[in-house]
Every structure is written in C-alpha cells, then in structure tokens.
C-alpha cells in the first residue's frame, strides 16, 4: 500500500552531545519520506515516522551511517 506511514525505531550509537543530536536530525530530515521523528540522545535512538514507498528504515539508518554515527534498524 503506497502511501501508509509506518514506525521504526533506529539505534544510533556515538552520539555524545546536542551537537550530535542535532547532526543525526538533519541527516534525517533530509531522507525523502520521513514525515516525522524524534532523536533521542539519553536512549541512543531516533523513533521515525516515514511513508511506506518511498523510503525504508534501512535506507534512514544509510544517511545516519553516511555522516558518521553507526545506525541500524532495532
């Protein structure tokens, strides 16, 4: 069903800061499909709404990866 929002829930490890958190949300922001997210430092994670079609959790995890915070799919 294109179109659905779904869940996921990322871990983000290395992240030590508001600067860091900050860095992981843009990396966020800018994965086409994301329509909402929450970073959060004290858990290590980010909570992502996105819009099945047109991205993945993987993809998400990619761009956190991309600016050098290790990111995977829980």
Not at 18 to 23: F, L, P, V, Y
Not at 32 to 44: F, Q, T
């Amino acid at each position: 069903m294109f179109g659905r929002k779904l869940e996921a829930n990322i871990a983000v490890e290395g992240m030590h800061c508001n600067h860091c958190k900050a860095k992981v949300e843009k990396a966020i922001d800018s994965v086409k499909g994301v329509k909402k997210y929450e970073v959060r430092l004290e858990s290590a994670d980010a909570f992502v709404i996105y819009e099945e079609g047109k991205t993945t959790p993987e993809k998400i995890a990619e761009a956190i990866s991309a600016i050098g915070f290790e990111a995977r799919v829980k």
